[in-house]
């Protein structure tokens, strides 16, 4: 499985941006999908995770400004992020659990500034 990621970009604090990940294989609705970042100087941390399109999970510091949604049909998972602050500037990774096995896409890079 190959987890292909978009959307990134730089926006001004209290923009908004949308992330997707298509994955290629075989994907489940029941598998995990989401969403981990890492911050300069931070360690890798969650975002946000969805399963079978309803069970969704966020972080405290993202919860009502960010939204996970996934399109099982099409295979992707998406990262709408509203009230951007400087501190969601970060790589965000694309994320899917299948099998017990943890897979990650190639990051893409959020930047909020103005």
């Known amino acids: 499985v190959q987890l292909q990621a978009s959307g990134g970009g730089l926006v001004q604090p209290g923009g908004s941006l949308r992330l997707s990940c298509t994955a290629s294989?075989?994907?489940?609705?029941?598998?995990?999908m989401g969403w981990y970042r890492r911050a300069p100087g931070k360690q890798r941390e969650l975002v946000a995770t969805?399963?079978?399109?309803?069970?969704?999970n966020y972080a405290d510091s993202v919860m009502g400004r960010f939204t996970v949604s996934r399109d099982n049909a099409k295979k992707t998972v998406y990262l709408q992020m509203d009230s951007l602050k400087p501190e969601d500037t970060a790589i965000y990774y694309c994320?899917?659990?299948?099998?017990?096995?943890?897979?990650w896409g190639q990051g893409t890079q959020v930047t909020v500034s103005s």
């Open positions: 994320y899917a659990r299948i099998t017990w096995t943890n897979y």
């Open positions: 969805i399963r079978s399109g309803r069970d969704a």
């Open positions: 294989g075989s994907i489940l609705s029941s598998d995990i």
